[in-house]
């Protein structure tokens, strides 16, 4: 493990926004042993998503791991947390030391390949309450990070998030911005992600 005070973030400088990105939070070895183990232990699942009264499968599957029972609603799906695991406790007192919370909620993302996506949204479910603290963590694949301002038309970014890396937003980040993993005609390898959350 790398010693925190070496772990660089660099901030965003978006207006009406907090975000730092870690781009070298796990180193790339550990990261791939991380990946893997992620990818073999998870009980993936693939939920069906309701847009506008239309049913959709989701195009990426998801699990649900928190410290408490409680759950997580967005898009119609409420998912249960499951305990845990060791490698899940040990990347959260990672994240936790540097973000200086306590997340309780870990959401993961496996995008397979580019046709899976995570479309345009916002982190404001009512149960991650005002201001909503949210840490990204990323493996394998590097995928691009796409933000977009509600209001101001001209406000946009995009980022991709390297192998290791860790995208931090909080503040009112949430209330003004939306943010997706576009998909991509390019041949892409898997991504894994985990999203920490407070749900208290
Ligand atoms: O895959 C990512 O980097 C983002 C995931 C995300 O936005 C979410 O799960 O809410
Ligand atoms: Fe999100």
Redesign the pocket.
């Known amino acids: 493990m790398q010693n925190n005070q070496q772990i660089q973030g660099f901030p965003l400088h978006l207006p009406d926004a907090d975000i730092t990105y870690f781009p070298k939070f796990i180193k790339a070895s550990e990261a791939t042993c991380i990946f893997e183990t992620l990818l073999n232990e998870t009980p993936w699942q693939q939920d069906d998503i309701k847009v506008f009264g239309k049913v959709y499968a989701q195009p990426r599957l998801t699990a649900l791991y928190g410290t408490n029972q409680k759950s997580y609603s967005y898009s119609n799906i409420k998912m249960t947390p499951l305990p845990l695991t060791e490698t899940l406790k040990s990347l959260k007192n990672k994240v936790d030391i540097v973000c200086q919370t306590d997340f309780t909620t870990l ?1 993961l ?1 496996y995008y397979r390949d580019g046709k899976d996506s ?1 479309g345009w ?1 916002a ?1 404001n479910e009512k149960e991650l309450g005002k201001n909503p603290i949210i840490a ?1 963590l ?1 493996f394998g694949q590097e995928r691009f ?1 796409h933000l977009k301002h509600r209001t101001d038309k001209t406000l946009k970014h995009k980022i991709a ?1 390297q192998h290791g890396s860790l995208l931090l937003m909080k503040g009112e980040t949430q209330h003004k911005w939306l ?1 997706q ?1 576009p998909k991509t005609a390019k041949q892409l390898h898997g991504r894994i ?1 985990i ?1 920490f959350r407070i749900i208290p």
Do not use: A, K, M, Q
């Open positions: 959401l993302n995570n949204h982190d990204s990323s990070f998030l943010h993993i992600n999203t």
